[in-house]
């Protein structure tokens, strides 16, 4: 095959009204073949609505969606067996197994039984094939959920909330099997309200709030952009917040109970400024990141 | 492995293993069945039980015509005694060839019952004895009459009540779970066409009325409730079929109102409860008032209970299939196109 690839999913200026409240409010984005898209945002932002849209299962007021060259609105079966839909409750039927979970949604694709097995072991669900689906953990439920969504081999995957209510361990879990599924070509759209996961997973994210795209772009170019200060925090008492800002370099320092925190720009020079009083005991450094982003977009501290 | 096939095996096996579901397909009906057949269905109640003293041929007798049945007493005091007390409706006494029958004046029907009984039987005798050929003789034929004994009546009615349960229940329940964990919405993402699902849904639940079937006519055949089946019963199998898909499309209505499943299933009892009562299920409609028999008509449960009752217990062959399988199919095909019509795949 020669010349430009379609892009995978297009969605040009979509809209979506419920009485007085824009839920989607002109929304545009592009997603690459093979790219790990975000869509972030705190709850409410129209995330859910807008991924709605896109799969197919909502039809818009306004605006264009496009999947792989088809539309996806009104239902369309050829484009159906290509792409693959994780929604927001898991959405199991009642007293299955794992596995027999995965082979009645196969058999909705056509796929064979022993696709199955092959999924339990890419989600790492493999010694849980006979539990059934309601005594599973819930991150063991949401990487079982997602392996329903990449049973018949989509080229493209949505995927709504997948770590939302895990606790930490389960969610880096979760996370190795997104990468897994990155790594086998697949391109994922998938929404969050964490931040920090979007930054470390996603090729690119798209920043919503109040129904609108406020920020586009590759999660490091966002943070970049910016311009903010890197904050480099002390254990209190090893450094006096006036020594501290005489250091050249250094923007602000400010104290509470536990410890120190210099904003800088130049932290080169501040680091070596602060190793050689030596004060690097217990030091930490933290530069921007999406979440401040958020707050410089909107103006207001990210609440997820 | 078909779509089809793979979801109906799906739903079985939730259905199997869902222990609630099995308890009120199975298990909630068939405790009705044997509490009203044990209840009712003890025929020693048909005869009448009276106090004897003495013996004799007038005695032993008595005790073959099977209408009367006799509580032995030593002497007359004591068979006196329960006559006064009202336990028993008569007492006969017999000492030689003289007989005294003593009743209490307090039940009309069973005194000219027993009265009757006990003086045909000592006419009877007396002309025994007197050696004389009767000039009138009395032929006695029994048929078989369109009143039932209480079994007969229960299990075509329990049974069809016990498949309406599972066939509103089940489309309901399903319904609503599925709409509500968004398996619907799942779904309908798949390249698989909602004929498909519903049609492996609704074979689900004709097999569940056809296991009903089974068991309840088995535990019904016991000789403990000793049911007989007459005619052609196999004719029951397209009433089971009918019945569960205009129970289904009665349950799909039910879904398409109903957001959670409490209240699926609070409103699946109030469409079930009355159509029971007024259907025939515990006792006969001929018994209730007129007006009353005119209303169940317009309910699918009397029809198919009235199809039941004849192709079961009353011999009655294919035509009897007529009028109910026209009603049952006219409600699935009208409730199920306006169940279609206010389908709602979410919330």
């Known amino acids: ?304 | 492995m078909t779509a089809f096939r793979s979801l109906s095996a799906a739903m079985v096996k939730g259905f199997l293993r869902d222990k609630m579901t099995l308890f009120f397909v199975f298990l909630f009906p068939l405790m009705f069945l044997v509490v009203f057949g044990l209840l009712l269905g003890d025929s020693g109640s048909d005869k009448t039980k009276i106090a004897a003293v003495g013996e004799g041929p007038v005695l032993s007798t008595l005790e073959q015509t099977g209408a009367i049945e006799l509580e032995k007493h030593p002497d007359v005091a004591s068979a006196r005694q329960k006559v006064d007390d009202g336990d028993l409706p008569a007492a006969v006494v017999v000492s030689g060839d003289r007989v005294e029958l003593i009743y209490a004046a307090s039940d009309q029907v069973a005194a000219g019952t027993v009265t009757g009984i006990v003086s045909g039987v000592v006419d009877k005798i007396n002309l025994g004895a007197a050696d004389v050929t009767p000039r009138f003789t009395l032929e006695t034929k029994s048929v078989e009459d369109a009143s039932l004994k209480p079994i007969q009546y229960l299990t075509p009615g329990i049974l069809s009540w016990a498949i309406s349960i599972s066939g509103v229940f089940g489309s309901a329940l399903t319904m609503v779970s599925w709409r509500k964990k968004q398996v619907l919405r799942r779904i309908r993402l798949a390249p698989v066409s909602t004929t498909t699902v519903l049609t492996s849904r609704v074979l689900v639940s004709i097999g569940t009325a056809v296991a009903q079937g089974v068991v309840f006519v088995a535990v019904a055949l016991l000789p403990l409730f000793g049911l007989r089946l007459t005619g052609q019963w196999y004719l029951a199998l397209p009433l089971l079929v009918l019945g569960t898909t205009a129970f289904f499309a009665i349950g799909m209505l039910v879904g398409a109102f109903c957001k959670t499943e409490e209240a699926a299933s609070g409103a699946a009892n109030i469409v079930i409860m009355p159509m029971a009562f007024l259907s025939g299920t515990f006792f006969p409609v001929e018994n209730a008032p007129g007006w009353l028999q005119t209303v169940s008509y317009i309910f699918p449960l009397r029809h198919m209970n009235d199809g039941m009752l004849d192709v079961l217990v009353r011999g009655k062959g294919v035509e009897a299939l007529l009028l109910p399988s026209a009603v049952l199919i006219a409600f699935t095909l009208v409730v199920g196109f306006i169940a279609a019509r206010i389908f709602r795949w979410e919330d």
Not at chain 1, 63 to 83: A, S
Not at chain 1, 108 to 126: F, I, N, Q
Not at chain 1, 167 to 190: C, E, F, H, M, S
Not at chain 1, 201 to 218: N, S
């Open chain 1, 1 to 304: 095959m020669t010349g430009a690839r379609i892009p995978a999913v297009v969605v040009a200026d979509i809209r979506k009204s419920y009485g007085e409240l824009k839920a989607v409010d002109g929304v545009s984005f592009t997603v690459a073949e093979g790219e790990f898209f975000g869509i972030l945002g705190p709850n409410g932002a129209g995330k859910t609505t807008t991924l709605e849209i896109v799969e197919g299962l909502r039809k818009p007021d306004g605006g264009q969606v496009t999947l792989l060259g088809e539309q996806p609105w009104p239902r369309n079966p050829k484009l159906l067996p290509r792409i693959g839909v994780q929604l927001q409750a898991s959405s199991f039927f009642e007293k299955l197994t794992a596995r027999e979970q995965l082979q009645t949604f196969g058999s909705l694709y056509g796929v064979s039984r022993r696709t199955a097995d092959e999924m339990l072991e890419l989600v790492g669900l493999t010694d849980k094939a006979d539990v059934q689906e309601n005594k599973l953990s819930g991150g063991q439920r949401q990487r079982l959920s997602i392996a329903c969504a990449l049973v018949h081999d989509p080229d493209l995957v949505f995927l709504d909330e997948p770590t939302a209510a895990l606790d930490p361990q389960a969610r880096r879990n979760l996370w190795d099997v997104l990468r897994a599924i990155q790594a086998r070509g697949k391109t994922i759209v998938y929404t969050t309200h964490y931040l920090d996961e979007a930054e470390i997973l996603c090729d690119r994210v798209a920043i919503m709030d109040r129904g609108r795209i406020l920020a586009m772009d590759a999660p490091a170019t966002l943070v970049r952009g910016l311009d903010a200060p890197t904050h480099v925090v002390l254990q209190k008492g090893l450094l006096t917040r006036e020594a501290a800002r005489g250091i050249t370099g250094v923007e602000d320092a400010h104290e509470d109970e536990v410890s120190l925190t210099i904003s800088t720009r130049k932290p080169a020079p501040v680091l070596s400024a602060l190793a050689e009083r030596g004060t690097l005991d217990g030091l930490q450094v933290r530069t921007a990141t999406l979440e401040d982003v958020f707050l410089d977009l909107t103006g207001r501290e990210y609440r997820a």
